[in-house]
């Protein structure tokens, strides 16, 4: 046997990552993984259920297959506090040690930096992660009247999934435009601009949802009233009818618990050739959580976890691990409920910026189309077979 490897979060990063460590290693190193869900449910796709395209089924899947074909030792529990020194993690349980950790919570929220709503508020759902407050969002929309206003806040960046916002508002725009033409989509970005797939978020705002979506960048929230829903920006103020505040987005609870958010106390500092962390170098940290200057995806999460499992790999076994990584990212937006656009690029490891590094030559779509929205749907039948099967 070549150790114990505990993983904590069996989202898209945590779950590929213990497959492949149980795989590469053939079946050497045991792996156990924490994650309190009973059942995977994929953000990804998760825009289609407020646009009316996709129901929530289609995105939840069981963790059985994962669980039995790779040998994962399954614990459905919550670390709640990490002892590096002793290698042990608590868990409500009781304590599991370790003789590396890998630690892929994805993102918590940070309710403090919204004047005016330092809490979650039940009625105003994020949907920033996949589940319950999707379906409360997209039932929000359903009893919402013709005429009525959805508003969106977007938070400054680094947030998971870049593109998601605007996804969607295409999404949102879609359902107003076949069941409530009088509805509008205002988007209160704090960013200055669009920072993924600009051109081809504008074709569809100014072309198929031109009066229907409204784009405001630098628009920071000022101060936000929860009861009325109206929400203050340097130029103005909004009332909203439904109203979907995206928090602003740190590493997940559980690297905060154990001190390792150390890039702006938000994300987490690894060495990209290993993603072992700049604070405790048995410890490994994969996905949203890190600072990468990196899009936050479920591709670049699953990607990590690979490079991150063949490491753990190498040094388990006293060698060195591929001094040059390389990965690709590909993420598509669905405008419609049929058609999609995309980004692509391979990034390689950058040994003088200590970085990955997006090659020269990454690709866009030249416009939305059918043939691209099926691109999409098979990268992410692809993607959840990668990660559940
Ligand atoms: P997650 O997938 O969130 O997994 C984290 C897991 O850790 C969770 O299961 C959680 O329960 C568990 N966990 C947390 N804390 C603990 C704890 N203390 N103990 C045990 N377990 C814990 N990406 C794409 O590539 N393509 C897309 O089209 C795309 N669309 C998106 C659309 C939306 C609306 C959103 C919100 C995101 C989208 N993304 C997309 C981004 C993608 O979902 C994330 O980048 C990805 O989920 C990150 O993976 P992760 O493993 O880091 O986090």
Known sequence: PLGHVVVVGGGFAGLTAAKYLRDWSMGNLKVSLIEPNPQFIS????????????????????????????????IQDSVTSVDLDHKQVRLSRGNLAYDRLVIAPGVDFNYSKI????????????????GKQTLQLRQQLESMPDGGIFVMTI?????????????????VAHYFKHH?????????????DIVSKKGLFLQSFQGAYQGIIEYHNNSEILQLDVLSKTVKTDFESVQADVFNVIPPQLAGKVAQI????NVDQRWCEVDFVSYAS???????????????????SAHMATSQAKICAAAIIDLQTGQAPNPLPVFANTCYSFVDDRQAIHVANVYRYDPAKKSMVAAEGGGVSSKASVQEGEYAQ???????????T
């Open 258 to 261: 154990a001190g390792l958010n």
């Open 43 to 74: 953000c990804p796709q998760s825009n289609l259920v407020l646009g009316g395209s996709k129901r929530m089924d289609d995105l939840s899947f069981s963790y059985a297959l994962a669980r039995k074909q790779h040998g994962i030792d399954w």
């Open 115 to 130: 004047a005016g709503m330092s809490e979650p508020v039940p009625d105003i759902p994020h949907a920033w992660k996949a």
């Open 378 to 388: 098979a990268w992410a039948e692809n993607i959840w077979a990668d990660t559940l």
């Open 278 to 296: 700049a604070i405790a170098p048995e410890v490994h940290i994969i996905g949203d959580s890190i600072s990468a200057g990196l899009p936050k």
């Open 180 to 192: 409530k033409p009088r509805s509008k989509v205002i988007i209160l970005d704090a960013n200055a």
């Open 155 to 171: 938070p400054a960046g680094p947030y998971r999934c870049p593109p998601g916002p605007y996804e969607r508002a295409c999404q």
